[in-house]
């Protein structure tokens, strides 16, 4: 019998499906040895040497697997295909004691029979240059972690915590903030004609452009009358009709954050609810006549390549569906992007044969939109472009220039099952049969004054596009990075826009003053690149992590000599002072918010604050993305609802994260054990430190 050793429980049985009867699953439920809790475990004096232990309730699944493993002829490591799941590999192999040279190592990029056969046939030893990517990561995190949450709880207010990813992703938020606030409006003004032919009523619109062969954009009323003197007699005559077809080319396949970004721009899904459907359809669901089966590739990946036998699959199904003209005469290949680790492919369908139509009756509504959203991409990535009639029309009066623009579809393409492209108001534009040097007849001029807006606020889906566009963070990282702002009360979610909160702002603030050498977005891009040099050049992982350290604890020692305090300020309240008539404030300790005497110190008056214990957000729905409000049961029981209660009604006795549990994939909820804030699973009761987040 050989052993096979995977993470989550999820997999077990679509794994044993292709093993067969000679091999056993066992699955480590994540990790089993990690860095000692409670105390920072590095040891900063020694070559930062991580001072690792068994996870205290891993022990039985440790004892259980070296018991098993003993018995076994051969001992097969199937953790997940990316860094962590190396790592993972190597603490077991180390506890197992198995050889370093030994080819114990396999791995598969999607659950199917082809995949774990081939997985099979080709063991590998560990890959020591990714486990040390892993290590430098997880030490500079809990660093970061465990000695810079301290001084920002004593410079602002107790029980917070900075990240080392999670830091830049709030001064994204609230940089972009403070742009808009400081943004000042500009007016500029449209002019625009309705024109006809003069036997025709079919009116069309053409937008002023240019002026004696020079852009124009009027920026005042009097700009605008001015030219609407000059309008009101000319003769607007056809100057030249210009003809064309143009090409949509259809989108790569999805990576972990394009497929986040269109999950909520066209289902409306929260990073968090994008993160559980993908994974279950990653380990495999319950297909009618199938049993269970997995549905796609793995889902945490930056990369756009797809295999060959993907791509023909891919090609003989579109063209025995719509036909040959659909699929083009070379299959479409897409470059990943320059700091793309590119180690596994893009995210699609394991068999083209298991279309939405087929598995829908066995999915959960939202699984199911996930899943027809990720088909839908991939097919359409390997189909022809989009051809359109494009008409372009210009049309002079006085030497100003009007132009009016149109197109209709003439080949649908890739758009036929799904539409990347966005659609402009001038699409589809309907204009009469014009002619060169023809004049037309004027039917109205108009005029509309606008002025320029603000940057937009960031939702999820651009903030999660924004960490990948400057490199900062990996596929694995961008959702709960995000979700954590909004944990900590960093940031707030209006309708699908990102706010920083007023202590989200503070802590930004701090951080931009005191540790701007280490966090800011330059440099946090740049140690995404040494990880990587790391895991692909076999880098020193510790000489990384020693010359951050050189400068990050500079920082610190001068940021803990400063008395300066960046409080958040009291607010006047209607309540008064029962000893001396004063106004009393809400101030805010460790314990929580209360009322103080503004007349403080000589009135030492204070009482408990119970104002906004309904009104403060406290968390993110897994369901919709809102926030959650406390609430209390008819007994009087705390528990937490979804804001936008009733169209969703989620609800929770303890608040739920975007992390989920390495053990059994359920949600981890927060909870504090013994006066410290960890991550529990309410299934399995594993725990994690949240000062590690």
């Not at 190396?86 to 050889?99: C, R, V």
């Amino acid at each position: 019998m050989k052993l096979v050793v995977i993470e989550g429980s999820g997999k077990r049985d679509t794994l044993k499906k292709y093993l067969g009867s000679g091999y056993e699953v066992v699955a480590t439920k994540g990790h089993v040895r990690d860095l000692k809790s409670k105390t920072l475990s590095v040891d900063l004096k020694n070559n930062f040497e991580p001072q690792y232990e068994i996870i205290p309730d891993k022990k039985n699944i440790v004892i259980d697997l070296k018991k098993k493993a003993e018995k076994s002829e051969e001992v097969l490591l199937a953790t997940d295909p990316d860094r962590e799941g190396e790592a993972i590999s190597w603490h077991i192999a180390n506890i197992l004691n198995l050889k370093p040279e030994q080819k114990c190592r396999i791995e598969f990029n999607e659950i199917s029979k082809k995949a774990v056969e081939n997985a099979l046939k080709n063991p590998r030893t560990i890959n020591q240059k990714l486990v040390d990517a892993q290590q430098a990561r997880r030490v500079l995190d809990r660093i970061v972690g465990y000695k810079l949450s301290p001084i920002i709880c004593k410079a602002i207010k107790p029980k917070l915590s900075a990240g080392r990813v999670q830091s830049i992703a709030l001064k994204l938020v609230v940089d972009r903030e403070k742009e808009i606030r400081e943004f000042k409006p500009e007016e500029y003004w449209i002019v625009s004609t309705d024109l006809s032919k003069k036997d025709d009523k079919q009116a069309f619109r053409a937008t002023l452009h240019s002026y004696e062969k020079k852009k124009i954009k009027p920026v005042s009323k009097e700009e605008v009358d001015k030219i609407i003197n000059n309008l009101k007699s000319a003769d607007y005559i056809v100057s030249n009709i210009k003809k064309s077809k143009t090409k949509a080319n259809p989108s790569a396949p999805f990576t972990t954050s394009t497929m986040q970004q269109d999950a909520l721009n066209k289902l409306g899904m929260s990073l968090a609810k994008t993160s559980m459907c993908a994974q279950t359809l990653y380990e495999g669901v319950e297909v009618l006549g199938e049993g269970k089966i997995a549905l796609i590739t793995y889902i945490r990946t930056d990369s756009t390549r797809v295999s060959p036998d993907a791509i023909s699959s891919a090609r003989n199904y579109i063209s025995s569906k719509f036909g040959k003209s659909f699929i083009p005469e070379k299959p479409n290949f897409y470059a990943s992007k320059k700091n793309a680790q590119d180690a596994h492919e893009a995210i699609r369908p394991i068999s083209i044969e298991m279309t939405p139509e087929r598995v829908k009756p066995s999915l959960r509504d939202d699984v199911f939109k996930l899943y027809k959203l990720i088909y839908e991409r991939f097919m359409a990535s390997q189909m022809s472009p989009a051809i359109y009639d494009s008409l372009s029309v210009d049309i002079t009066a006085n030497n100003y220039l009007f132009r009016a623009t149109g197109r209709t579809i003439d080949f649908e393409g890739f758009t036929i099952i799904y539409n990347g492209v966005a659609s402009t108001a001038d699409d589809d534009v309907k204009m009469p049969r014009l002619e060169e040097n023809e004049i037309l007849k004027l039917l109205k001029l108009n005029t509309e004054q606008k002025f320029t807006k603000p940057p937009a606020r960031y939702t999820e889906a651009s903030l999660v596009k924004a960490m990948e566009e400057k490199g900062i963070g990996r596929p694995a990282t961008y959702a709960p990075t995000i979700t954590v702002l909004a944990l900590r009360g960093y940031t707030i979610k209006e309708n699908k826009s990102l706010l920083p909160t007023e202590l989200g702002e503070l802590v930004s603030d701090y951080l931009d003053k005191y540790f701007k050498g280490v966090i800011n977005v330059k440099f946090t891009a740049n140690m995404e690149d040494k990880l990587d040099e790391i895991a692909e050049k076999g880098e020193d992982w510790q000489n990384v992590v020693a010359k951050f350290w050189d400068g990050f604890k500079d920082l610190l020692e001068g940021a803990d000599k400063t008395s300066e305090e960046f409080k958040i300020k009291p607010i006047e309240t209607d309540e008064i002072c029962k000893l001396c008539g004063n106004k009393m404030l809400l101030r805010e300790s460790r314990y929580g918010k209360f009322l103080g005497c503004s007349n403080f110190p000589a009135c030492k008056s204070i009482e408990k604050y119970y104002g906004d214990q309904e009104q403060k957000l406290v968390g993110v729905c897994i369901e919709c993305g809102k926030g959650l409000l406390p609430r209390r049961s008819k007994k009087g029981k705390l528990y937490y609802a979804c804001s936008g209660y009733p169209e969703c009604k989620f609800m929770s006795w303890d608040i739920p994260t975007s992390e989920k549990c390495p053990q059994c994939k359920e949600v981890l909820y927060k909870k504090t054990l013994k006066g410290k804030n960890v991550l529990k699973c309410i299934k399995c009761n594993y725990i994690k430190d949240e000062e590690e987040i």
